[in-house]
């Protein structure tokens, strides 16, 4: 008998047809679907509110629902044009992992209970301790994102340097920096008033004179200074910090010196990726997000830390009803290192895409990227009355016509019209940029000359309309 919670071999592969024939179509028709479709988005939504249903509803017509009313209405953050915040783009191969392992089911939590996956999560984590350049005694974990990272590392760094009654303890971060920083920082017990936004310069990186100054002071006034963080890629801009010298003021003063690579940090897979975050590897811990530059779907972040045993001291805890818990260095129990017990199986959704395709692959791919924010950036010069605010430091281009804020916005507004491409703002020191953020690994050459083409016709549209002056 086919029970409905345990589908026989036939209802299984009928289950997973269907959606597949509906993921290929969709997959298939993402360079022509538009980039974003959120007119009435909300709207629908609110129509979409009702009770738990007591029975169950035809697949076919819950299918139909998703891919034809829900998914179509909403960022395309899946397409070739999305080029807006900092771009994710979801590789099927992980897809395929997440089936798997949601479908076996294995409990990774502890060791104990799949050794064997739980080596295949810890050999991941090994390969991205070598790309940031971390040795021997490294080690971290996987997480469901880069501001969970952020707030296990600085979670981390306190226990480490900080006791029990920590309020004396500050922190020091750009003015630039995600702000998923200081909500870590707060949610780990700061208040907001021991976080020090230190001044960047004209190109967006941390003033590292001001960052020793700031120190000094904090010292003085009997404060404990004890974590600063650089960035290895800002939101903003795409700038990055000077970790060289960052990581030498907090090693003068005893610092935990904290990376945020959730956007960079794959870019050290790539020769200019290492030349511009020379330093990196003297950090104590490093994000970096998987779902943003190793092109994996939302929901998977990373956390690396120089000296893992440091992980070990700030979450182990013991319980009578667990199984033992590994005593060698090299074999890890997550439930150790980090706030979670039960989890999913997320190494195999990062495991799988590099075993099968190879590291090659996503280099060339991040190289790629380079080379097209960097032509980009080239393109967008020739256009007349374009001022380029940030040049490229990774691949992360920043603009704005001269002009007005509320012209920017236009133009904005036009460049996204024919939703080839979506780019999106930001505000720095007060001035209104657009961003253009190349990672999506379905983002080629074509893609970012229909990107060129749009900004070159929105400027000639914004122009005309612009009230001469007097
Ligand atoms: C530089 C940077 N750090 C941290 C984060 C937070 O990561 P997540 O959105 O994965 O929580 C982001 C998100 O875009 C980011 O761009």
Redesign the pocket.
Same mark, same amino acid.
């Given at each position: 008998m086919n029970h409905p919670l345990e589908p026989h071999a036939a209802e299984m592969r009928r289950l997973v047809d269907e959606a597949m024939r509906r993921i290929v179509a969709h997959i298939e028709s993402l360079p022509s679907q538009p980039v974003f479709k959120t007119e009435d988005a909300a709207e629908f939504a609110r129509t979409l509110i009702e009770p738990m249903p007591e029975q169950g509803t035809s697949y076919e017509a819950l299918l139909d629902h998703l891919f034809d009313e829900c998914v179509p209405r909403s960022f395309n953050t899946a397409s070739p044009g999305y080029l807006a !915040?900092?771009p994710g783009g979801g590789i099927f191969h992980a897809a395929v992992a997440d089936l798997i392992a949601d479908s076996v089911n294995r409990y990774v939590g502890v060791n104990a209970a799949a050794p064997a996956l739980v080596q295949l999560e810890t050999n991941v984590i090994r390969w991205l301790c070598q790309i940031v350049g971390y040795r021997a005694g490294s080690g971290g974990l996987l997480t469901t994102?880069? %501001?969970?990272a952020?707030f296990i590392a600085i979670v981390t760094a306190r226990k480490e340097l900080l006791p029990e009654q920590f309020f004396a303890g500050t922190l020091y971060c750009s003015d630039q920096v /995600?702000h %998923?920083f200081q909500k870590a920082a707060n949610l780990a017990g700061f208040p907001y008033a021991n976080i020090r936004e230190i001044p960047s310069d004209g190109q967006f990186r941390m003033k590292v004179d001001a960052l020793e100054d700031a120190i000094r002071r904090d010292r003085e006034k009997g404060m404990t200074p004890f974590l600063v963080v650089g %960035?290895a890629? @800002? @939101?903003n801009t795409g700038a990055v910090d000077d970790l060289d010298a960052i990581a030498t003021i907090a090693r003068a003063y005893s610092m935990w010196f904290h990376v945020?690579g959730? !956007?960079g940090a794959f870019f050290m897979m790539t020769a200019r990726g290492r030349a511009a975050m020379r330093g990196i590897e003297r950090a104590d811990s490093i994000?970096l997000?998987p /779902?943003?530059t190793l092109f994996l779907p939302y929901g998977t972040?990373g956390l690396l830390v120089r000296d893992a045993s440091a992980l070990r001291r700030a979450h182990s805890l013991h319980a009578e009803y667990l199984p033992p818990m590994q005593n060698e260095d090299e074999l890890v129990d997550f439930c150790e290192i980090s706030p979670e017990l039960s989890r999913g199986f997320r190494g195999l959704r990062v495991w799988l895409p590099l075993k099968l395709v190879g590291a090659a692959e996503f280099r060339s791919q991040l190289e790629e990227k380079l080379d097209l924010a960097r032509w980009a950036t080239e393109e967008l010069r020739k256009i007349e009355g374009i001022e380029i605010v940030a040049e490229p430091q990774l691949s992360l281009v920043a603009f704005r016509l001269r002009g007005s804020d509320e012209l920017n916005r236009e133009l904005l507004r036009e460049i996204n019209a024919p939703k080839r491409v979506m780019l999106t703002p930001t505000v720095v020191s007060g001035r209104f940029l657009i961003r253009i953020c190349v990672v999506s690994f379905r983002t080629h050459r074509d893609r970012m000359e229909m990107c060129l083409e749009d900004v070159r016709s929105a400027v000639e549209r914004v122009e005309r309309g612009r009230p001469r002056p007097r």
């Amino acid at each position: 008998m086919n029970h409905p919670l345990e589908p026989h071999a036939a209802e299984m592969r009928r289950l997973v047809d269907e959606a597949m024939r509906r993921i290929v179509a969709h997959i298939e028709s993402l360079p022509s679907q538009p980039v974003f479709k959120t007119e009435d988005a909300a709207e629908f939504a609110r129509t979409l509110i009702e009770p738990m249903p007591e029975q169950g509803t035809s697949y076919e017509a819950l299918l139909d629902h998703l891919f034809d009313e829900c998914v179509p209405r909403s960022f395309n953050t899946a397409s070739p044009g999305y080029l807006a !915040y900092i771009p994710g783009g979801g590789i099927f191969h992980a897809a395929v992992a997440d089936l798997i392992a949601d479908s076996v089911n294995r409990y990774v939590g502890v060791n104990a209970a799949a050794p064997a996956l739980v080596q295949l999560e810890t050999n991941v984590i090994r390969w991205l301790c070598q790309i940031v350049g971390y040795r021997a005694g490294s080690g971290g974990l996987l997480t469901t994102g880069g %501001s969970l990272a952020n707030f296990i590392a600085i979670v981390t760094a306190r226990k480490e340097l900080l006791p029990e009654q920590f309020f004396a303890g500050t922190l020091y971060c750009s003015d630039q920096v /995600h702000h %998923s920083f200081q909500k870590a920082a707060n949610l780990a017990g700061f208040p907001y008033a021991n976080i020090r936004e230190i001044p960047s310069d004209g190109q967006f990186r941390m003033k590292v004179d001001a960052l020793e100054d700031a120190i000094r002071r904090d010292r003085e006034k009997g404060m404990t200074p004890f974590l600063v963080v650089g %960035s290895a890629g @800002t @939101t903003n801009t795409g700038a990055v910090d000077d970790l060289d010298a960052i990581a030498t003021i907090a090693r003068a003063y005893s610092m935990w010196f904290h990376v945020d690579g959730a !956007y960079g940090a794959f870019f050290m897979m790539t020769a200019r990726g290492r030349a511009a975050m020379r330093g990196i590897e003297r950090a104590d811990s490093i994000i970096l997000d998987p /779902h943003k530059t190793l092109f994996l779907p939302y929901g998977t972040g990373g956390l690396l830390v120089r000296d893992a045993s440091a992980l070990r001291r700030a979450h182990s805890l013991h319980a009578e009803y667990l199984p033992p818990m590994q005593n060698e260095d090299e074999l890890v129990d997550f439930c150790e290192i980090s706030p979670e017990l039960s989890r999913g199986f997320r190494g195999l959704r990062v495991w799988l895409p590099l075993k099968l395709v190879g590291a090659a692959e996503f280099r060339s791919q991040l190289e790629e990227k380079l080379d097209l924010a960097r032509w980009a950036t080239e393109e967008l010069r020739k256009i007349e009355g374009i001022e380029i605010v940030a040049e490229p430091q990774l691949s992360l281009v920043a603009f704005r016509l001269r002009g007005s804020d509320e012209l920017n916005r236009e133009l904005l507004r036009e460049i996204n019209a024919p939703k080839r491409v979506m780019l999106t703002p930001t505000v720095v020191s007060g001035r209104f940029l657009i961003r253009i953020c190349v990672v999506s690994f379905r983002t080629h050459r074509d893609r970012m000359e229909m990107c060129l083409e749009d900004v070159r016709s929105a400027v000639e549209r914004v122009e005309r309309g612009r009230p001469r002056p007097r």
